[in-house]
């Protein structure tokens, strides 16, 4: 069964750090392009941060740029968002994703997480 679960989210005060997880099972995460999306109440889900699998290069928004970190463990075959220096505009709902078919960050077809809530507030 293909699945990724998601681990890590929180509350958190302003400027504090989170570490959020993906595992996967029923496939290897290596041989994937993982994307981490957040949804904010009343907005919409928006791509914050990918590695593609062609050259593992790293993607971030602006708004994430400096303060988030993703990257991959394959021997536990998981994907990280570290995230650092947190605000308050970072409080969403967090989700990781495996683009299915491509090797680049495009999450047309994909392996979605659960979720994990993330509240950044003092």
Do not use: H
Not at 12 to 28: D, H, K, M, N, Y
């Amino acid at each position: 069964q293909v699945q990724l679960v998601q681990s890590g989210g929180g509350l958190v005060q302003p400027g504090g750090s989170l570490r959020l997880s993906c595992a996967a099972s029923g496939f290897t995460l290596d041989y994937y392009a993982i994307g981490w999306f957040r949804q904010a109440p009343g907005k919409e889900r928006e791509e914050i941060s990918c590695i593609s699998r062609s050259d593992d290069s790293t993607y971030y928004t602006d708004s994430v740029k400096g303060r988030f970190t993703i990257s991959r463990d394959n021997a536990k075959n998981t994907v990280y968002l570290q995230m650092n220096n947190l605000k308050p505009e970072d409080t969403a709902v967090y989700y990781c994703a495996a683009a299915v078919g491509v090797l680049s960050c495009s999450f047309v077809k994909a392996y979605w997480g659960q979720g994990t809530l993330v509240t950044v507030s003092s």
